[in-house]
């Protein structure tokens, strides 16, 4: 999963065609360490999908641009709009993850 360092370049990225999955994090964030330990098996099932992290602490207007308010959530866009959002509090365990991933793409 590549990380996102610039504003700019997080804007060419949701211009894709095809959807893009985000994923936000924050440092010293459990739940994302927690997160990080089943995240890459659900990136190689949807593997056919770009994936990349945003840091919220790093760029925090992205996070404020996008409703994000706790971490870690799980954004997909497609032709620069937010296609659908996965919130802290709903995504706490690998299959919460893929239900959302399944419902939409």
């Known amino acids: 999963m590549e990380a996102i360092k610039a504003e700019e370049v997080f804007d ?14 924050g440092a010293g964030c459990p739940d994302c360490i927690v997160m990080d330990m089943f995240i ?15 840091n919220r602490d790093e760029l925090p207007d ?11 959530s799980i954004l997909l866009f ?3 709009k937010k296609q ?13 993850v893929q239900a959302f991933l399944h419902a939409n793409l």
């Open 12 to 25: 060419e990225i949701i211009e894709k065609n095809e959807p893009v999955i985000i994923k936000v994090e």
């Open 40 to 54: 890459g098996e659900i990136i190689e099932e949807y593997q056919q999908y770009e994936w990349y992290k945003v």
């Open 62 to 72: 992205i996070a404020s641009r996008y409703d994000v308010m706790g971490i870690p």
């Open 78 to 80: 497609q032709n620069g």
């Open 84 to 96: 659908a959002h996965l919130h802290s509090v709903d995504a706490k365990t690998p299959e919460e």
